[in-house]
């Protein structure tokens, strides 16, 4: 079985970042929660709610990201018995890329480059597809499973995984 | 339709850039002829002819390599009635990530972010890819245009292209 596996939110954590960073800068206290169905910078001030577009274009943004729990030991066991891929949407920020493909070379060093692909569209063939973002399902004919993000808590059209142990439970 | 597209030696030329950095480095004096079915490093004196691993390591390889005669006006071309994507198996190099970017915003800044993909094994659903590698066609679904290269002209099991105004009549 092929299993394509999103970066961000998903194996990598851009949230934590965003608000340590408002915090630094605007002294803005965020804590890590958000309102179901809204976007972290829903919570910020507006006259800095777009800061985060600058930072996410900085280099280094997304080289020193934490891993979501749980993640390396999931991605290990998935790969024992399938082709595992990691498909990023990084094309939009070019600044990202050398620091998404070091920062896998750091913690996914098992996956190698064969199996990592940065893109805009998903145009990809594989038979699941782990993503927190419904846009990147469009067009995809796979098996869709959702990761919880605060972002997409009130979408009930997909099915969904809160964690890599529901990633492991039902694709294991 | 989908039209996946190559970089290497079919938008790009890096042949041509690999033979200036040899004779700026080693007076070797190749000319771009190449044997059929062989790669041009095998026309290199044993004892440097594995210095284009190293080029192609270095910053600013990609960046300013030639673009393939025809390539710019039939991308564009194709892209009127079609959804083009450019997909390179960059992963590897990761010093080219930035530069092919740059690159493809230079020559080909009509095809946006969305629509290129870096990568490894291109496990991409297109309906053709035209591509100089026959091992980028493997488990590829859709109709694979052999784009000629040296290299690959001893090959026949495959449907081939000989330049830019070929794709066109066969893809217009």
């Not at 999103?6 to 340590?20: G, S």
């Not at 990201?65 to 024992?80: H, I």
């Not at 098996?143 to 099915?159: A, G, I, M, Q, V």
Request: net charge negative; hydrophobic share 40%; with cysteine.
């Amino acid at each position: 079985m092929r299993i394509a596996i999103d970066m961000d939110e998903v194996l990598a954590d851009p949230i934590h970042k965003f608000i340590q960073l408002y915090h630094r800068d605007y002294q803005v206290s965020l804590d890590l929660f958000q309102e179901p169905g809204k976007e972290f910078f829903h919570h910020i001030p507006e006259e800095i709610n777009n800061k985060w577009y600058e930072y996410i274009n900085q280099k280094g943004f997304f080289r020193d990201l934490p891993v979501m729990e749980g993640a390396v030991e999931a991605v290990k066991q998935l790969q024992e018995n399938n082709e595992v891929y990691i498909v990023s949407a990084a094309m939009e920020f070019r600044n990202s890329l050398e620091d998404k493909l070091d920062w896998l070379g750091e913690h996914f060093p098992f996956v190698g480059w064969r199996k990592i692909m940065f893109c805009g569209d998903k145009i990809i063939k594989a038979d699941v597809l782990i993503d927190d973002r419904a846009k990147n399902f469009v067009g995809f004919e796979g098996r869709k499973l959702l990761f919880t993000s605060p972002h997409n808590l009130l979408l009930t059209d997909y099915e969904r995984v809160n964690n890599w142990q529901e990633v492991l439970a039902k694709l294991l």
